[in-house]
């Protein structure tokens, strides 16, 4: 399947392993990563440690130049995702958002075939999702079928919504937008999908979005007294952009469906990594070298058809499988 970038299966396996770095290492390390090889992400790899609360899971940006050298990769066995106690999103709840005027790709503004919508609601549904309960279930929840909610637009505040933006602002204005009724209270499945227009760099600690050393998407985590708030930042990927160029190699609507299915099903199984500071609760599945069920197999595509449509979505670990997967 695969043909989206499949035929590029060394530069997935170096995008895999600057996933995992970038995870959770400085963003130093990760700029030499991208500037340098996946090797020195491997090397980087012994100073783990989280960046503190808050901090939300990017999907590196991957430099095309360097992206295509091989990585070296170690035995399946040590990929396993380990289950540190937080929760998982049941059934998934997906609020697409678009952050303000401005000029959007077509996929990202419309809503019908062929749209991030159209995307969202098929995915969650189909058998990339129905295999997850089998190796992701905790002792205290399942993980079924999810549902589309719908597109939202908002209409941020000047103050967030410069020409940067930066996470912090993302979940002010979500929180806010929740507060005036525009978005739909969050739940334990709710899961807002951020999309940018045109023009729009994201800030996320000291790295941004669509260029070296940063990132072509992320999820993120807002705590909310007791309970927490699930997002993800899909920057726009439209030409000039960079992501047109570090996010993946088919066509632009390709690439961020793939990118959207790497947050999504990250979240789905990971929902607060943003505010887990030690590997413990509310960290979910995660692999201390790799990261989310994403990062393991990041780059690597594949297709989900659902109702005739074939969908390019990126492939993820399966704990059972020990292997890089769209479905059983
Ligand atoms: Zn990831």
Not at 179 to 200: D, S
């Amino acid at each position: 399947m695969v043909q989206a970038f499949g035929n590029r299966k060394s530069s997935a396996l170096a995008g895999m392993v600057l996933a995992a770095g970038l995870s959770m290492t400085s963003h130093a390390q990760v700029a030499d990563a991208v500037s340098t090889g996946a090797p020195a992400a491997v090397a980087a790899q012994g100073a783990h440690d989280f960046r503190g609360a808050g901090n939300p899971h990017v999907l590196p940006w991957r430099d095309p130049a360097t992206a295509s050298s091989p990585a070296p990769f170690a035995r399946a066995s040590s990929r396993t995702l380990t289950y540190y106690g937080g929760p998982v999103i049941a059934n998934v709840n997906v609020v697409k958002v678009n952050y303000g005027a401005g000029t959007y790709q077509p996929y990202v503004s419309g809503t019908g075939a062929g749209t991030m919508s159209a995307f969202y609601g098929a995915v969650v549904g189909s058998p990339y999702f129905s295999w997850l309960n089998t190796d992701y279930h905790t002792s205290t929840q399942t993980i079924g079928y999810g549902s589309f909610a719908g597109d939202k637009s908002i209409t941020p505040s000047a103050a967030n919504n410069g020409s940067t933006i930066t996470d912090a602002q993302i979940q002010a204005e979500i929180q806010r937008q929740i507060g005036l009724g525009v978005l739909p209270a969050a739940t334990a499945n709710t899961y807002y999908a951020m999309y940018f227009p045109k023009g729009k760099k994201i800030q996320q600690g000291t790295s941004y979005s669509c260029q070296s050393g940063g990132f072509c998407a992320y999820h993120g985590t807002i705590k909310n007294g007791s309970s927490y708030i699930f997002y993800g930042v899909h920057p726009d990927n439209s030409t000039g952009s960079g992501c047109d160029a570090g996010c993946g190699t088919s066509t632009p609507f390709n690439n961020w469906t793939s990118v959207a299915s790497h947050e999504l099903i990250e979240a789905v199984t990971d929902p607060a990594v943003g505010v887990a500071t030690t590997y413990a609760s509310p960290l979910g599945w995660y692999n201390k070298t790799y990261g989310e069920i994403g990062d393991i197999c990041n780059a690597q595509q594949g297709t989900v058809t659902v109702g005739g449509v074939a969908y390019t979505v990126q492939k993820e670990w399966s704990n059972s499988k020990q292997a890089c997967i769209t479905n059983f």
